[in-house]
């Protein structure tokens, strides 16, 4: 009989997810992962195999739990302005989704999955709210741009010459 977890799984995905949502995929080294969510290497990968194990996992969970939380924000809003002050209230929750849709869903079926799933999640949820076209593409450039920072959204460049 095998020692019992000496860790929460649940804990460990979401902590991984939050990890995985400031860094992208190949920005994260088990060692951080070890470090961050102190796990011992051994217990990650008996737990979940290896590195891209624990990343799906922590996507589903993502996908399921903040994904849900925006797109339940999103039936309630009244327009497409009240829907992009949600994404800007919990916009937070789309950046792992980004990353994963840059990074990983080009090259991982199953992560290509998961993104569409939330994908098709985000535009069931806007369909209640607008009938703008490619609205869930106008809420992921507004996560975009906030993200640039807002000294850079929507900032012209200084036309004047620099010494």
Known sequence: MGRPRGFDEAEV???????????VYDGVSVDDLVTHLGVHRNSLYKTFGSKRGLYLAALRRHVEHEIGILTAALRRADDFEEASRSVADTGTGLDFLLLA?????????????????????????????????HAT????GLRLRAKAGPDRAGATPDPSPRR
């Not at 995905?13 to 860094?23: K, N």
């Not at 593409?137 to 992921?140: G, N, Q």
């Open 101 to 133: 849709a840059a990074e990983r869903a080009p090259v991982d079926d199953e992560v290509a999955a998961e993104v569409n799933r939330a994908l098709n999640a985000i535009d069931e949820a806007l369909g209640a709210v607008t009938d703008l076209p």
């Open 137 to 140: 593409a106008a809420l992921l």
């Open 13 to 23: 995905v979401r902590a991984a997810a939050a990890l995985f949502a400031g860094r």
